[in-house]
């Protein structure tokens, strides 16, 4: 039976109340066990510093990438650890230069198009997971969430200001787009959005058709400036050719827990 050594003791009530009044809640988490080590092991006062200053930086960093990830509002928690690199016909190279997130840095787009159930969605929100946990933000967004958006704010004069707040996300997602008829309000806040981030911020679009028929979506003016706009700094990728992974794995009985016999 393995017993556990005993706890270290509580911190000295006025070190408490100090480290809370300067909001140290990391220094405070571990200062007992550290104190504790430091004084068996005879660590020198700026190793025992050090060690605590490390803690506090790396919770906060650890905060603020989860305060990152619920702002971006990423929908299903599709990380690269469950992402198949090898049944996507994205070409592994392809797939390893996103992976660097250096096209976010140089403000260029991702498309990434072809038939439902083909992984567009898993690989553009993993990347997205990918990128807050490299320190970027992200903004997640579907075509009727930004009509949304541009109606709530039409009625102050506010839309402006909101798709300016929206791009200052290092990468906007918005994702299946084509699976539904596009609104007036949706197309246009698909401008709005595309204009606003030409060269200054990334978008990553996942759609069952390539850009070039957005006009069969939209009105065509609209299409042709949209299209323009996000075409001219994109890397289009392709996702047809085959089977989807939902009907795959349904087919083979994955889809569900088995029932009890």
Known sequence: MTVKPPAPPPLPAELDR?????????????????????????????????????????????????????????????????????????????????????????AENLCVCGPSGTGKSHWVEALGHHAIDRGKTVAWHTLETLAALLRRHRADDSTNKAI??????????????????????????????????????????????????????MPKSIAVATVDRFLHHAHVLLTDGIESYRLAQATAGKGVTPLAS
Not at 186 to 204: K, P
């Open 18 to 106: 100090l480290l809370r009044r300067l909001r140290l809640p990391y220094v405070r988490g571990a200062a007992p066990e550290v104190i504790a080590t430091a004084t068996a092991q005879r660590w020198e006062p700026a190793e025992v510093l050090r060690v605590l200053l490390a803690e506090e930086a790396a919770g906060r960093d650890q905060a603020t990438i989860q305060m990152r990830r619920r702002a971006s509002q990423l929908p299903a928690g599709k990380t690269l650890d469950a992402w198949d690199e090898t049944a996507s016909p994205i070409p592994k190279a392809t797939q390893q230069a996103l992976r660097t997130l250096e096209w976010i840095s140089r």
């Open 164 to 217: 300016a707040k929206l791009i200052r996300a290092d990468l906007v997602v918005i994702d299946d787009v084509g699976l539904l008829p596009v609104s007036t309000d949706a197309a246009e806040a698909l401008f709005r959005v595309v204009d606003a981030a030409y060269e200054r911020r990334s978008i990553a679009l996942t759609s069952n058709i390539h850009p070039a028929g957005f006009d069969e979506l």
